[in-house]
T-cell receptor
Framework: GDSVTQMEGPVTLSEEAFLTINCTYT??????LFWYVQYPGEGLQLLLKATKADDKGSNKGFEATYRKETTSFHLEKGSVQVSDSAVYFCARILSGGGADGLTFGKGTHLIIQP | EAQVTQNPRYLITVTGKKLTVTCSQNMNHEYMSWYRQDPGLGLRQIYYSMNVEVTDKGDVPEGYKVSRKEKRNFPLILESPSPNQTSLYFC?????????????FGPGTRLTVT
């Protein structure tokens, strides 16, 4: 069935390192893709999104490009900060419409050390 | 302030004792949804509602009930809780169920069933 797969964590990096969190999806049709972030003790917040192929979502220095040919939506940031420590979820909405809500990956716990 | 609120934030209860977790949004959103978050499993959808009096099952509906009598409220009911329902629960809402709209999440309810 349709699903979202993202790299397992935790991912531990030093401050100012380059970040990539991989995400691939399976879906029939053309889903919208999202990255959500969950800071400790909080609910999820939308980080960025892309609604069609080749779109690039960006926010707070993070970027992700909707790659239809590789069914991927990898999250990148050029220089991470300690405040980026959180759990990151890749997600997609079924291409047939939003009635069934979002399907999430299992989350990647990112730890940034000073 | 636009937000989704949940109550209670923390709850410890015993097997079989009925409980309700409330969810309310002040953004006039049509779509609301409940998720549970478990280690290693990510977020899974329990129930969703496209509008008032319209609800449907998500991926893991067994043991849960919902109702949508008003647009702003979407309570989650556990008629007879069991230990396997110990989890972190999130309510979310979005403008509509259309696939490009982001979902806004509540802060979460941590439920422990002994």
């Amino acid at each position: 069935g349709d699903s979202v797969t993202q790299m397992e964590g935790p991912v531990t990096l030093s401050e100012e390192a380059f970040l990539t969190i991989n995400c691939t999806y399976t879906a029939t049709g053309y889903p919208s893709l999202f990255w959500y972030v969950q800071y400790p003790g909080e609910g999820l917040q939308l980080l960025l999104k892309a609604t069609k192929a080749d779109d690039k979502g960006s926010n707070k220095g993070f970027e992700a490009t909707y790659r239809k040919e590789t069914t991927s939506f990898h999250l990148e940031k050029g220089s991470v900060q300690v405040s980026d420590s959180a759990v990151y979820f890749c997600a997609r909405i079924l291409s047939g419409g939003g009635a069934d809500g979002l399907t999430f990956g299992k989350g990647t716990h990112l730890i940034i050390q000073p | 302030e636009a937000q989704v609120t949940q109550n209670p934030r923390y709850l410890i209860t015993v097997t079989g004792k009925k409980l309700t977790v409330t969810c309310s949004q002040n953004m006039n959103h049509e779509y609301m949804s409940w998720y549970r978050q478990d280690p290693g499993l990510g977020l899974r959808q329990i129930y969703y509602s496209m509008n008032v009096e319209v609800t449907d099952k998500g991926d893991v509906p067994e043991g849960y009930k919902v109702s949508r009598k008003e647009k702003r409220n979407f309570p989650l009911i556990l008629e007879s809780p069991s230990p396997n329902q110990t989890s972190l629960y999130f309510c979310a809402s979005s403008l509509t169920g259309a696939f490009s709209y982001e979902q806004y999440f509540g802060p979460g309810t941590r439920l422990t069933v002994t």
